[in-house]
């Protein structure tokens, strides 16, 4: 049996949609027995990075062999999940994130396509994916925590962390713009230095709970259930 490692920052409280989604996710995964299920929260996350270094570590801590970030605010289903593991390969395929809109009119999606705009069956090779629903193997969450193990600080709670996680503003003082680069974008370089491909499914798509459920109009079949 697997060990599933589910990760969940919480601002202030879970979307309630959330909360139906991870009761269903739960249920689910102990009626099928594939999986042990180690699920970890983390209060009053004001500081995302932080907190999404801070779990990182807790799962390869607790042996796990796979991580499902899951944000509070993600409505998902629990085939979802299956879609994601069942498109994992090995060394190919060690990312893999579902797809949800901005909490904005005109459906954005969040993230970003390589410029080749790659494809591999129903998966996009992506420049930055959202960390809202995305699933990590054991070989990528080791090889982020040794490559940049380097990258180590201590915590208001005494814990030595790896920062992989970190947001920071850029200057191009040539072009005179100044960008913003956030905690998932600033994961995804990482991973994509060492020589690897972040990928987002494009089935896997998810409600994005803000003033309203935020959706993408159905446009593609959804992927098929899990054998």
């Known amino acids: 049996m697997k060990n599933l490692f589910i990760a969940m920052p919480i601002h202030d409280k879970p979307a309630p949609q959330n909360e139906v989604a991870m009761v269903r996710f739960a249920y689910e995964l102990g009626w099928e027995r594939e999986y042990n299920l180690i699920f970890q929260t983390a209060l009053q996350s004001s500081d995302l990075p932080r907190t999404r270094n801070l779990l990182l570590q807790k799962a390869r801590d ?47 999606a969040v993230g970003d396509r390589t410029p080749e705009r790659t494809e591999r069956g129903p998966l996009f090779d992506m420049l930055v994916v959202g960390m809202g629903f995305t699933l990590l ?18 915590d208001d709670d005494g814990h030595s962390i790896t920062g992989i996680f970190e947001k920071k503003v850029e200057f191009d003082t040539i072009a005179q713009t100044n960008r913003f680069v956030g905690e998932d974008e600033m994961l995804c370089r990482k991973w994509r230095a060492l020589g690897h491909k972040i990928w987002l499914h494009r089935y896997v798509q998810l409600g994005h709970v803000g003033l309203h459920m935020y959706q993408f109009t159905p446009d593609e079949p959804e992927a098929p259930p899990k054998p």
């Open 137 to 154: 193997t054991r070989t990528a969450i080791d090889a982020l925590l040794e490559h940049y193990g380097d990258f180590k600080y201590i």
């Open 62 to 108: 607790a042996n796990a062999d796979l991580l499902l970030w899951v944000d509070d605010d993600i409505y998902f289903k629990p085939q979802h999940f299956y879609d994601l593991v069942n498109a994992l390969e090995p060394g190919v395929v060690d990312i893999i994130a579902g797809a949800y809109p901005k909490k904005l009119p005109g459906e954005i």
